[in-house]
Protein backbone atom coordinates (compact mmCIF):
# COMPACT_ATOMS: atom_id res chain seq x y z
CA UNK A 1 0.00 0.00 0.00
CA UNK A 2 1.32 3.72 -1.01
CA UNK A 3 2.22 5.66 1.67
CA UNK A 4 -0.02 8.19 3.67
CA UNK A 5 0.37 11.45 2.16
CA UNK A 6 -0.37 14.32 5.16
CA UNK A 7 -2.18 17.31 4.05
CA UNK A 8 -1.87 20.20 6.19
CA UNK A 9 -4.11 22.80 5.96
CA UNK A 10 -4.19 26.49 7.84
CA UNK A 11 -6.58 28.86 8.13
CA UNK A 12 -4.30 32.26 9.16
CA UNK A 13 -8.16 33.26 10.31
CA UNK A 14 -8.14 31.14 13.44
CA UNK A 15 -7.73 32.43 16.86
CA UNK A 16 -6.49 35.63 18.34
CA UNK A 17 -3.47 36.11 15.89
CA UNK A 18 -2.03 34.67 12.59
CA UNK A 19 0.13 31.64 14.09
CA UNK A 20 0.62 30.19 10.59
CA UNK A 21 4.63 30.90 10.26
CA UNK A 22 4.77 29.23 14.11
CA UNK A 23 2.38 26.33 12.97
CA UNK A 24 4.10 25.80 9.27
CA UNK A 25 7.64 25.66 11.25
CA UNK A 26 6.40 23.08 13.64
CA UNK A 27 4.91 21.04 11.00
CA UNK A 28 7.82 20.79 8.78
CA UNK A 29 10.10 20.15 11.89
CA UNK A 30 8.02 16.79 12.28
CA UNK A 31 7.54 15.73 8.69
CA UNK A 32 11.04 16.51 7.39
CA UNK A 33 12.69 14.99 10.45
CA UNK A 34 10.75 11.53 9.90
CA UNK A 35 10.70 11.71 6.52
CA UNK A 36 7.13 12.32 5.91
CA UNK A 37 5.35 13.14 2.33
CA UNK A 38 3.66 16.39 2.66
CA UNK A 39 2.07 19.59 1.92
CA UNK A 40 1.27 22.41 3.55
CA UNK A 41 -1.92 24.25 2.04
CA UNK A 42 -3.19 28.15 3.39
CA UNK A 43 -6.71 29.27 3.73
CA UNK A 44 -7.68 32.38 1.54
CA UNK A 45 -11.23 33.05 2.62
CA UNK A 46 -14.28 31.18 4.23
CA UNK A 47 -14.93 27.55 2.85
CA UNK A 48 -11.77 27.85 0.82
CA UNK A 49 -10.49 24.35 2.97
CA UNK A 50 -13.33 22.47 1.26
CA UNK A 51 -12.13 23.49 -2.10
CA UNK A 52 -8.65 22.53 -1.47
CA UNK A 53 -9.97 19.22 -0.01
CA UNK A 54 -11.50 18.26 -2.85
CA UNK A 55 -8.64 19.34 -5.43
CA UNK A 56 -6.53 17.06 -3.46
CA UNK A 57 -8.59 14.24 -3.95
CA UNK A 58 -8.82 14.65 -7.36
CA UNK A 59 -4.81 15.26 -8.12
CA UNK A 60 -4.40 11.85 -5.80
CA UNK A 61 -7.42 10.32 -6.71
CA UNK A 62 -5.32 6.52 -5.68
CA UNK A 63 -3.75 7.61 -2.92
CA UNK A 64 -3.97 7.61 0.68
CA UNK A 65 -4.71 11.07 2.53
CA UNK A 66 -4.58 12.57 5.36
CA UNK A 67 -5.67 15.97 6.34
CA UNK A 68 -5.11 18.36 9.14
CA UNK A 69 -7.20 20.93 9.97
CA UNK A 70 -4.87 23.65 11.27
CA UNK A 71 -7.39 26.15 12.83
CA UNK A 72 -10.59 25.92 15.47
CA UNK A 73 -13.91 23.98 15.27
CA UNK A 74 -14.81 25.91 11.79
CA UNK A 75 -11.54 24.72 10.21
CA UNK A 76 -12.06 21.39 10.98
CA UNK A 77 -15.59 21.63 9.92
CA UNK A 78 -14.39 22.88 6.23
CA UNK A 79 -12.01 20.13 6.16
CA UNK A 80 -14.73 17.54 7.30
CA UNK A 81 -17.10 18.53 4.32
CA UNK A 82 -14.70 18.89 1.81
CA UNK A 83 -13.59 15.07 2.90
CA UNK A 84 -16.82 13.16 3.40
CA UNK A 85 -17.62 10.68 1.34
CA UNK A 86 -14.29 10.48 -0.01
CA UNK A 87 -13.11 6.81 0.26
CA UNK A 88 -8.99 7.20 -0.03
CA UNK A 89 -9.53 10.58 2.39
CA UNK A 90 -9.10 11.06 6.40
CA UNK A 91 -9.73 13.65 8.78
CA UNK A 92 -8.28 15.36 11.43
CA UNK A 93 -7.64 18.37 14.18
CA UNK A 94 -4.42 20.39 15.04
CA UNK A 95 -5.93 22.69 17.07
CA UNK A 96 -4.70 26.29 16.48
CA UNK A 97 -7.75 27.78 16.81
CA UNK A 98 -9.77 29.80 19.89
CA UNK A 99 -12.64 26.87 19.67
CA UNK A 100 -11.55 23.23 19.41
CA UNK A 101 -15.18 22.18 21.27
CA UNK A 102 -15.45 18.21 19.32
CA UNK A 103 -12.18 17.27 20.01
CA UNK A 104 -12.97 17.54 23.42
CA UNK A 105 -14.70 13.79 23.05
CA UNK A 106 -11.05 12.54 23.55
CA UNK A 107 -9.59 14.96 26.58
CA UNK A 108 -10.95 18.29 27.52
CA UNK A 109 -7.51 20.05 27.09
CA UNK A 110 -7.14 18.40 23.75
CA UNK A 111 -3.44 17.75 24.91
CA UNK A 112 -2.81 15.12 22.62
CA UNK A 113 -4.07 16.64 19.21
CA UNK A 114 -1.38 19.35 19.76
CA UNK A 115 1.06 16.94 19.90
CA UNK A 116 2.62 16.46 16.27
CA UNK A 117 4.33 13.10 16.90
CA UNK A 118 1.22 11.61 18.50
CA UNK A 119 -0.96 12.67 15.63
CA UNK A 120 0.78 11.88 12.17
CA UNK A 121 0.74 8.38 14.21
CA UNK A 122 -2.67 7.76 14.96
CA UNK A 123 -5.46 5.82 14.30
CA UNK A 124 -8.50 6.21 12.04
CA UNK A 125 -11.76 5.84 13.76
CA UNK A 126 -14.89 5.40 12.12
CA UNK A 127 -17.45 8.59 13.64
CA UNK A 128 -21.01 9.66 12.68
CA UNK A 129 -21.57 12.84 10.82
CA UNK A 130 -24.50 15.15 9.94
CA UNK A 131 -25.67 15.58 6.69
CA UNK A 132 -27.58 18.54 6.24
CA UNK A 133 -29.44 20.97 3.23
CA UNK A 134 -27.19 23.76 4.60
CA UNK A 135 -23.98 21.49 4.35
CA UNK A 136 -21.84 19.08 6.84
CA UNK A 137 -21.85 18.96 10.63
CA UNK A 138 -19.07 16.68 12.93
CA UNK A 139 -20.25 18.24 16.18
CA UNK A 140 -23.29 20.39 17.00
CA UNK A 141 -26.37 21.70 14.66
CA UNK A 142 -28.78 23.84 16.87
CA UNK A 143 -31.69 26.75 15.96
CA UNK A 144 -33.05 29.19 18.09
CA UNK A 145 -31.90 31.68 20.43
CA UNK A 146 -28.10 30.56 20.84
CA UNK A 147 -27.94 30.95 17.10
CA UNK A 148 -29.04 34.40 17.20
CA UNK A 149 -26.74 35.29 19.94
CA UNK A 150 -23.85 33.69 18.05
CA UNK A 151 -25.03 35.42 14.82
CA UNK A 152 -25.66 38.78 16.54
CA UNK A 153 -22.16 38.62 18.54
CA UNK A 154 -19.93 38.59 15.10
CA UNK A 155 -21.84 41.92 14.09
CA UNK A 156 -20.89 43.44 17.70
CA UNK A 157 -17.68 42.02 18.12
CA UNK A 158 -16.73 44.53 14.65
CA UNK A 159 -17.10 47.67 17.00
CA UNK A 160 -13.73 49.09 18.70
CA UNK A 161 -15.51 48.97 22.51
CA UNK A 162 -17.36 45.54 21.81
CA UNK A 163 -14.48 42.98 21.80
CA UNK A 164 -14.68 39.16 23.49
CA UNK A 165 -16.61 38.78 25.59
CA UNK A 166 -18.63 42.31 25.87
CA UNK A 167 -19.97 41.54 22.07
CA UNK A 168 -21.54 38.00 23.14
CA UNK A 169 -23.02 39.40 26.29
CA UNK A 170 -24.45 42.62 24.16
CA UNK A 171 -25.87 40.29 21.85
CA UNK A 172 -27.77 38.43 24.32
CA UNK A 173 -29.07 41.43 25.67
CA UNK A 174 -30.51 42.04 22.31
CA UNK A 175 -32.03 39.40 21.42
CA UNK A 176 -33.60 38.38 24.69
CA UNK A 177 -35.08 41.72 24.23
CA UNK A 178 -36.63 40.79 21.00
CA UNK A 179 -37.94 37.63 22.62
CA UNK A 180 -36.69 33.82 23.35
CA UNK A 181 -38.94 31.69 21.53
CA UNK A 182 -40.68 31.36 18.45
CA UNK A 183 -42.97 28.81 16.81
CA UNK A 184 -41.27 26.40 14.58
CA UNK A 185 -42.37 23.02 12.94
CA UNK A 186 -40.24 20.35 13.62
CA UNK A 187 -40.29 16.66 12.54
CA UNK A 188 -38.01 14.29 14.34
CA UNK A 189 -38.02 10.72 12.96
CA UNK A 190 -41.16 11.49 11.14
CA UNK A 191 -43.15 12.45 14.20
CA UNK A 192 -44.40 16.03 14.55
CA UNK A 193 -42.95 17.83 17.27
CA UNK A 194 -44.55 21.49 16.45
CA UNK A 195 -44.70 23.92 19.05
CA UNK A 196 -42.80 27.24 20.45
CA UNK A 197 -39.15 26.58 21.57
CA UNK A 198 -36.26 28.55 22.96
CA UNK A 199 -33.33 26.60 21.27
CA UNK A 200 -33.22 23.18 19.51
CA UNK A 201 -30.17 21.24 19.24
CA UNK A 202 -28.84 17.92 17.75
CA UNK A 203 -25.47 16.68 18.95
CA UNK A 204 -23.58 14.02 17.45
CA UNK A 205 -20.39 15.73 19.47
CA UNK A 206 -20.78 16.80 23.03
CA UNK A 207 -19.27 20.13 23.58
CA UNK A 208 -19.97 23.60 21.76
CA UNK A 209 -19.61 27.15 22.65
CA UNK A 210 -16.86 27.26 24.61
CA UNK A 211 -18.37 26.05 27.57
CA UNK A 212 -21.61 24.08 27.01
CA UNK A 213 -21.68 20.41 27.31
CA UNK A 214 -25.37 19.90 26.96
CA UNK A 215 -25.59 16.07 25.52
CA UNK A 216 -22.67 14.52 27.49
CA UNK A 217 -24.50 11.23 26.80
CA UNK A 218 -23.52 11.88 22.89
CA UNK A 219 -21.98 8.88 21.15
CA UNK A 220 -20.27 9.96 17.32
CA UNK A 221 -20.23 5.61 16.75
CA UNK A 222 -23.88 4.72 17.41
CA UNK A 223 -25.60 6.34 14.72
CA UNK A 224 -27.54 8.41 16.61
CA UNK A 225 -28.43 12.16 17.15
CA UNK A 226 -28.97 13.49 20.42
CA UNK A 227 -32.30 16.06 20.22
CA UNK A 228 -32.94 18.19 22.94
CA UNK A 229 -35.76 20.98 22.41
CA UNK A 230 -36.21 23.79 24.89
CA UNK A 231 -39.79 25.08 25.30
CA UNK A 232 -40.90 28.49 25.81
CA UNK A 233 -39.51 29.71 28.79
CA UNK A 234 -39.45 33.16 30.16
CA UNK A 235 -36.87 35.53 31.60
CA UNK A 236 -37.12 34.75 34.78
CA UNK A 237 -36.98 31.09 34.13
CA UNK A 238 -34.40 31.19 31.15
CA UNK A 239 -31.84 31.36 34.00
CA UNK A 240 -32.34 28.50 35.68
CA UNK A 241 -32.27 26.32 32.78
CA UNK A 242 -29.57 27.29 30.51
CA UNK A 243 -27.54 27.01 32.89
CA UNK A 244 -29.12 23.64 33.42
CA UNK A 245 -28.58 23.06 29.85
CA UNK A 246 -25.09 24.07 29.90
CA UNK A 247 -23.96 21.47 32.23
CA UNK A 248 -25.95 18.41 30.78
CA UNK A 249 -28.09 18.51 33.52
CA UNK A 250 -31.12 18.18 31.51
CA UNK A 251 -33.22 15.70 32.86
CA UNK A 252 -33.73 17.93 35.90
CA UNK A 253 -35.96 20.41 34.01
CA UNK A 254 -37.41 17.76 31.70
CA UNK A 255 -40.94 20.05 31.94
CA UNK A 256 -39.22 22.19 29.91
CA UNK A 257 -36.56 20.55 28.07
CA UNK A 258 -37.13 17.62 25.76
CA UNK A 259 -34.81 14.77 25.01
CA UNK A 260 -34.78 12.61 22.25
CA UNK A 261 -32.80 10.14 20.66
CA UNK A 262 -33.18 10.70 16.52
CA UNK A 263 -31.60 9.69 12.91
CA UNK A 264 -33.34 12.18 11.00
CA UNK A 265 -34.66 16.20 12.21
CA UNK A 266 -36.78 18.53 10.07
CA UNK A 267 -37.06 22.07 11.34
CA UNK A 268 -39.09 25.50 9.71
CA UNK A 269 -40.56 28.16 11.13
CA UNK A 270 -44.37 28.47 11.36
CA UNK A 271 -44.13 32.02 10.29
CA UNK A 272 -42.49 31.46 7.12
CA UNK A 273 -39.37 33.69 8.93
CA UNK A 274 -35.86 32.47 7.85
CA UNK A 275 -33.81 30.37 10.62
CA UNK A 276 -30.66 31.63 11.98
CA UNK A 277 -28.65 27.53 12.12
CA UNK A 278 -25.38 26.95 13.77
CA UNK A 279 -23.52 24.35 12.30
CA UNK A 280 -20.34 23.87 13.99
CA UNK A 281 -20.18 27.61 15.24
CA UNK A 282 -20.41 28.55 11.67
CA UNK A 283 -23.78 30.48 11.06
CA UNK A 284 -25.90 29.97 7.99
CA UNK A 285 -29.24 31.02 7.11
CA UNK A 286 -32.22 28.72 5.65
CA UNK A 287 -35.94 29.06 5.20
CA UNK A 288 -36.27 25.08 6.25
CA UNK A 289 -33.53 22.73 7.33
CA UNK A 290 -33.66 18.59 7.41
CA UNK A 291 -30.57 16.64 8.69
CA UNK A 292 -29.89 13.31 9.36
CA UNK A 293 -27.21 11.39 10.22
CA UNK A 294 -25.33 9.94 7.23
CA UNK A 295 -25.05 6.89 6.19
CA UNK A 296 -21.39 6.38 5.78
CA UNK A 297 -19.06 7.10 8.29
CA UNK A 298 -16.02 9.98 8.78
CA UNK A 299 -12.41 8.57 8.85
CA UNK A 300 -11.10 10.61 11.91
CA UNK A 301 -8.04 10.14 13.20
CA UNK A 302 -6.99 10.14 17.15
CA UNK A 303 -3.60 10.69 17.91
CA UNK A 304 -1.57 7.49 18.77
CA UNK A 305 -2.65 6.09 22.57
CA UNK A 306 -5.84 8.31 22.64
CA UNK A 307 -9.30 6.66 23.22
CA UNK A 308 -12.88 8.26 22.97
CA UNK A 309 -14.30 9.35 26.57
CA UNK A 310 -17.50 6.98 27.44
CA UNK A 311 -20.69 9.00 26.93
CA UNK A 312 -21.72 9.92 30.78
CA UNK A 313 -25.38 10.56 32.25
CA UNK A 314 -25.85 13.54 34.23
CA UNK A 315 -28.85 12.77 36.43
Given amino acids: MEAIKHIFIINPA ?11 ANIRAVCVGRGL ?9 PRHAIELVKKKAVEYPDRPLRFYACGGDGTLNEVASGAAGLANAAVTHYPCGSGNDFIKLFG ?6 RDLDRLVDGEEMALDYIESDCGVC ?5 VGVDARIAAGMQKYKRLPLLQGSMAYNVSTVEHVLRGLHEPYGVEVDGVSCD ?10 GRFYGGGFNPVPEADPTDGLLEVL ?5 DVLTVARVIGAYK ?11 THLQARELTIFHQDGKELTVNLDGEIVRSSRVSLRVADHKLRFVVPRGETLLPPRIVE
Wanted: proline letters at 0%.
Fill in 14 to 24: AGKSDATNQTA
Fill in 37 to 45: DYDILTTEY
Fill in 108 to 113: ADCRAF
Fill in 138 to 142: INVFS
Fill in 195 to 204: GRYTLILAGN
Fill in 229 to 233: MIKAV
Fill in 247 to 257: AGQHRRYSDYI
